[in-house]
């Protein structure tokens, strides 16, 4: 929804200010559809020649998350935080052993379909029970366990940032390949020389729209998407931080409502619960 926001008054500041001040918006209109089908296809070719076929479907993927509000609020943290006391709680009572078959098949297990907003995302399930089950074997010890997690956040990382950096090239690029429309539009304007001064300059007036379209595309819509993209994939990054604080700090020997407070001082203060409402949420489930 903010994003529509921010087009909108970019769009509305603009070319508002330019019909104020006495522009023409003819020879723009003329021109749009012809320099928007040259610079977006440029684009969208180079876009495929520079990214393996995972990164265009993950980009595909990041776009329409923009579009999304984010599904990392305090309630979904509640939840998770929640579940890992669930299950530290069960393992310190009953032993680790008692959570073998919970870890082996999270989506026929009770105590993860209790929690359905995070017990049947695939990445969350995969994440935690990957590491339970070394905690269960007994073999790692918290030191070993810890820089795997770190490897496995650091790779996540790197693979969500891939969609970021290829909308960034694409920002880069169109205020070139709006440069590469206007120098065509100035080429067919000189083989027109003994034209009139008045058809002259609607034809220079024509390419210059080009470069206009390639910079306001580049920082007004490409960019702006690489950077919200980019603050929604830190938001899942901390989510795995989360994880891996908790199950660590229980394996350093801290009761399931100490190890959950590590994981909770890790979030984010926008969407951190407090210690009252996590206890509470808690104990009501």
Not at 204 to 224: C, D, H, N, R, W
Request: contains cysteine; negative net charge; charged residues 15%.
């Amino acid at each position: 929804m903010f994003v529509i926001i921010g087009w909108v008054v970019v769009l509305g500041c603009v070319f508002g200010v330019f019909i104020a001040h006495g522009g023409n918006m003819g020879p723009i209109i003329k021109a749009l559809p012809w320099e928007m089908a040259m610079i977006g296809g440029a684009t969208l070719g180079a876009f495929i020649a520079n990214n393996q076929m995972t990164v265009i479907k993950s980009t595909m993927a990041g776009l329409g998350m923009c579009f999304k509000g984010s599904k990392y609020t305090k309630d979904r943290y509640m939840e998770l935080l929640a579940l890992l006391f669930d299950i530290l709680q069960k393992a310190r009572k009953e032993g680790l052993m008692s959570i073998e078959k919970d870890v082996e098949d999270p989506h026929s297990s009770a105590l993860f379909q209790k929690y359905p907003t995070v017990g049947n995302d695939h990445h969350v399930t995969e994440f935690v029970t990957d590491y339970l089950r070394m905690m269960v074997s007994g073999n790692l010890n918290a030191h070993e366990i810890e820089s795997l997690m770190d490897s496995e956040i650091e790779t996540h990382h790197h693979e969500a940032h891939a969609p970021v950096a290829a909308i960034q090239r694409i920002a880069g690029g169109l205020p070139a390949f709006g440069i590469v429309a206007a120098v065509l539009g100035v080429v067919k304007t000189m083989g027109s020389v003994g034209q009139p001064p008045a058809v002259l300059g609607a034809m220079i007036g024509s390419a210059l729209v080009g470069t206009f379209l390639g910079i306001l595309l580049a920082y007004a819509f490409a960019e702006p998407l690489a950077g919200l993209l980019e603050q929604k994939i830190e938001e899942s990054g901390k989510e795995l931080q989360c994880i891996k604080t908790t199950l660590l700090a229980s394996m350093q020997g801290y009761a399931p409502q100490v190890a959950i407070e590590f994981g909770r001082k890790v979030l984010l203060s926008t969407v951190r619960p407090t210690f009252a409402e996590l206890e509470a949420h808690v104990k009501k489930k």
